[in-house]
């Protein structure tokens, strides 16, 4: 299970900075491109479409923690299981954290 952030849209920024061996630009470009699939995530979930919304949590669950965001490793984990479950209040749960989370976060150079 993961925790929601205390301060959805809006509130205060998360900084991270790129793990090792990493590039700015490429931790950057992961992050954008999260933001950026989100909405089909989001009308995935809404039209039940369990197994878009179980590979895109287990890329997310399998990719978050490598670029540097532990906390997407989390919610793709919980959407994940939620998806396996058909558990629609849980994806809508799982999906507003995911948003939230990823408005909060600021790539920061070294």
Known sequence: MFSEPAFPHGGPKVFVHPPDGLPYTVVVAYLDNCRKNLQ???DAIER???DFV???AHRMKGAGG???FPQLTQIGGFIEQA???RNGDALRKGGAALDA???SLQV???
């Open 40 to 42: 089909a995530l989001k």
């Open 48 to 50: 039940s479409d369990y």
């Open 54 to 56: 179980e590979v895109y």
């Open 66 to 68: 490598a670029y540097g």
């Open 83 to 85: 998806s396996r479950a």
């Open 101 to 103: 989370h990823l408005e």
């Open 108 to 110: 920061v150079e070294a």
